[in-house]
């Protein structure tokens, strides 16, 4: 048995199970669809930076990972991961062309 003296995992103030990272461009993509949002409703603050809240959205949803488990691990209230969850859906499908669009698009290439 050999003795290490580095650190198991990196301090990493989020929690998740998986260390399977997401990619940069989807977290930022998702975090800066949350800044425009937040500064069209006028909203003041959220308990933890876009960023942040885009990881644990996409471990939620990609990762599989149970609400309260993030939640806890973040210290906010599984409601408020929930919350996130929901409203990050909408804003992204929001994006999303329409599907009559997309199959006149789809007509091009055929």
């Known amino acids: ?3 290490t003296k580095e650190h198991a995992e ?3 103030p989020l929690v998740s199970q998986c260390r399977l990272p997401p990619s940069t461009r ?3 993509h998702l975090a800066d ?3 425009h949002h937040l500064k069209a409703i006028r909203s003041r603050w959220r308990i933890l930076p876009p960023g942040k809240i885009a990881v644990i959205v996409l471990a939620v ?3 599989d990972q149970r609400l309260a488990d993030m939640a806890g ?3 906010v209230s599984e409601s408020t991961v929930r919350r996130w969850r929901d409203e990050l859906i909408t804003l992204f499908a929001a994006q999303a062309p329409r599907l009559d669009r997309a199959l006149n698009q789809g007509g ?3």
């Open 26 to 28: 989807t977290v930022n």
């Open 108 to 110: 091009r290439w055929s």
């Open 73 to 75: 691990g973040n210290n």
């Open 61 to 63: 949803l990609r990762h």
């Open 1 to 3: 048995m050999t003795n």
């Open 10 to 12: 990196d301090p990493c």
């Open 33 to 35: 669809l949350l800044r």
